[in-house]
Structure formats: C-alpha cells, structure tokens
C-alpha cells in the first residue's frame, strides 16, 4: 500500500484537479485509441514511482489524463504482462492506483487467438467470463484490505450492463456481425500455444485466448470496478483455420479492428450516467 500511495500522489502532483471516472487498458496493436483523446496530461511510466516499464513493441508506455467522448479517464499506453518477468503485483499495480485515484469503471482491451470456428480476423469478442491458466494471480499473499476482501467473489467478473450496452452500440454503429461474447482463456506465454493446447483450450470451453487481461480483472473486482473486457481476435486457432503466426500479422489485424473498438469504447462511455 506504501508504493501505491507513492506512486498515487506523484501522478496527483501532476495532473492537479483532473479528477478520471474512467480507466482503460490498451492492448497490443491498440494504442490508436488515444488519437480521439483529447490529452491533458502524458506521464511516462518510468517517471511514476514502482511503476513497471513496458518492454513489448507497440506498447508505448505512457499514462494519459484526458477526455474521451466528453468524459476523464486514465488510458494506459501499453500494458504489463507476466512474462515480461513482472510479478502479478507489478502487473495490476496500475489498476489498483487508477482505483486509487477516483475511477469508477475499468475498460480493457487485448488481441487475442480465435478458438470458436465461426470466429473470423479482426473480430471483437467481448468477454463475458474467463479461465484464468495464469500460474497465479494478483491475490496471493498478505491481503490490502484497503482496497478490498479477502475472498471476493467472482460471479460476475465482467460487468452486465456494460456487456449490453457494448451489444447495443455495435448494433447502433453498424458492425454487430464483427462483435460475438466469449470466454477468453489466459495463458502466461510468451509463446503462442500447440494444435494440441488449442483443441484442450476449446474442449475446456474457451473462446478466445491470450496472455493478459485476467490479473488486471481479478485486481479490478477485488477493488469494486464494474469491467468491460474486449478481445480483437488477431489470429485464427480452431482446426482447419490455423497457421503459423508473426507479430506483425497480429499487428495488422489489431489495426484493421481498432477503428471498431475506439467507436465501441466511445459508445459505451458516453451513455454511462455522470459521477
């Protein structure tokens, strides 16, 4: 709690009165969403006391204060993963500090591997439950009661409202047949997984798959946000679809779908209630 509350007032000192009712997560590929933030502030992670440092390409590594859609939030440009060597500590530590700055609802975003066969590039899942195949999670230890129970409850780890709201807008904006719910797997990585660990992935219920997400989740609940989790499926893994796989593949299909998600995130923002 000391580092949160150091790391808590050094981004206070910065951005005065700016008071965020929202924070967001971008994913690999994904950082285009800032081009419709209006910014008021760029804090680099490596100037924010305990803060991790982004170490994957695309991931540019910044903390944004701004508006979007006529509403504050805090966007995080880029993300921390557990095989970049971080605990899971270190992985969700800027989600419990956005809680400490005021947010009052998480919204995350990643690319992730397709496991439903009808699932096609660029498509947007939206995640309405997960199977956490992590090694371990952010709860472990000694628990911060300062920011919530011992054992909370999972039941609804992705918020309802936000998931019809988010049905709603891709309906309104014209892209529902790119937009399916799914159960999104997480998986350390960083390798991508075998033919044999997509079909026990399939077989087991998953969707989709991916590397991140799930802690930053678990921490979020833990704290009390509402969640509005988007997977772009950058990369086809049911049988008869799947193929090898480079970055830059990921990257290319990310962008094809980003347009989407910021129209999508913006959506669903502005219909949230004030305060």
């Known amino acids: 709690m000391q580092q949160l509350r150091e790391a808590t007032t050094y981004i206070r000192q910065q951005i005065g009165d700016f008071q965020p009712e929202f924070g967001i997560i971008l994913g690999t590929g994904l950082g ?16 924010i006391p305990h803060f991790p440092v982004s170490t994957v390409e695309s991931h540019s590594g910044n903390l944004l204060a701004g508006t979007l859609a006529g509403r504050r939030v805090l966007v995080m440009q880029g993300r921390f993963h557990y095989y970049e060597g971080y605990s899971m ?9 956005m809680k400490l700055l005021g947010i009052k609802k998480l919204f995350v975003s990643n690319a992730g591997g397709g496991l439903d066969p009808e699932m096609n590039y660029s498509d947007l899942m939206l995640i309405e439950d997960h199977i ?17 129970p011992r054992f909370p409850d999972m039941y609804e780890p ?31 990585g960083p390798m991508l997984e075998t033919p044999a660990e997509y079909r026990y992935l399939r077989t087991i219920g998953a969707d989709g798959v991916g590397m991140s997400t799930v802690p930053e989740v678990i921490a979020a609940r833990h704290a009390g946000l509402p969640v509005l989790a988007v997977s772009v499926i950058t990369d086809l893994c049911a049988p008869g679809k799947l193929k090898p796989v480079a970055l830059a593949d990921i990257l290319r299909a990310a962008a094809d779908a980003e347009p989407r998600l910021t129209a999508l995130f913006k959506a669903v923002i502005a219909r949230q209630a004030a305060g």
């Open 132 to 148: 956490n195949l992590q090694p371990t999670n952010p709860l472990v230890g000694k628990n911060l009661d300062e920011l919530g």
């Open 32 to 47: 285009a969403l800032v081009k419709d933030v209006t910014i008021e502030h760029t804090l680099p992670y490596a100037d």
């Open 158 to 188: 992705y918020d309802l409202g936000l998931l019809l709201q988010a049905e709603a807008a891709a309906r309104e904006l014209g892209f529902a047949d790119k937009v399916r719910r799914g159960v999104y797997a997480s998986l350390p």
């Open 89 to 97: 500590e270190q992985v969700v530590f800027p989600v419990r500090v």
